[in-house]
């Protein structure tokens, strides 16, 4: 991720954002993380951190007293977000109704959906660990109509994606065949766990998946991993 500094502030202390690799040298910067990772700052982004960076670092003092008496007074994150974007003036007043309306649009869905889509944000970033926790999260939900047996098989899906990521190859084969037990037709599962049994082929796994690795399956699964190799 790259930033272009436009206005120029007398920023010591560089404002970190560990999710983005990046460190923030000016209001418009910081303006732009928000701006373009909603699920990023909804919900704890701005703290007494990022309110004493405002405060001392881009000199914006009646801007963080009037963050900290909303924080003091429980006003929401979204209303502190929208505040700094309106101060800092980096975006139109439309670009932050449209904002507005999508900080809306996500605490309309339901909480499960929500957290599903923080997971995955935090996955695209490579945020594994972090992804991790919140997918546990989400599988301690009580079921009802939105969390039932293919949303806890999307999660654990996701959940094995993240374990094979950090090479924890176990503990990804332990969630997809959670995964498929949720779902037995989603073939996709299946697949998944072939291509874990190719990068450690010591690896026990149940004769189901075994028997499910036929000719014409593993034909076609090795030819899309050296398609990956090649790429």
């Known amino acids: ?71 003091r007074s429980g006003e929401s994150s979204d209303n502190m977000l929208l505040l700094i974007l ?10 932050v109704s449209q904002y507005r309306q999508t900080l809306i649009d996500y605490r309309k869905k339901h909480p499960a959906e929500y957290g599903k889509e923080q997971a995955d944000y935090l996955f695209g970033k490579k945020q594994y660990g972090r992804a991790i926790r919140l997918y546990e999260k989400l599988l301690e939900m009580e079921p009802d109509l939105v969390i039932n ?12 994606a993240c374990q094979a990521r950090l090479f924890r190859f176990e503990k990804a084969y332990q969630a997809y065949d959670r995964a498929y037990s949720y779902d037995r037709q989603n073939e996709g599962i299946i697949e998944k766990i072939y291509y874990l049994k190719s990068f450690e082929p010591n690896m026990p796994i149940a004769q189901r998946y075994q028997a499910a690795f036929t000719n014409a399956r593993q034909d076609k699964w090795e030819k899309r991993i050296m398609e990956a190799k090649t790429k």
């Not at 209001?27 to 700052?41: A, D, H, K």
């Not at 047996?149 to 094995?160: I, K, P, T």
Request: aromatic share 10%; hydrophobic share 40%.
């Open 86 to 95: 309106t101060h800092c003036q980096y975006y139109t007043s439309a670009e």
């Open 149 to 160: 047996d293919h949303f806890f098989s999307r999660v654990l899906c996701c959940l094995g």
């Open 1 to 71: 991720m790259s930033l272009i500094l436009c206005r120029m502030e007398p920023v010591r202390n560089p404002f970190e954002v560990p999710e983005l690799g990046v460190h923030l040298h000016s209001s418009q910067e910081l303006c732009y993380v928000i701006y373009n990772n909603p699920l990023l700052v909804m919900d704890d982004f701005v703290d007494n951190r990022l309110i004493q960076f405002i405060r001392k670092d881009l000199n914006m003092e009646p801007l963080a007293e009037k963050l900290e008496n909303w924080k």
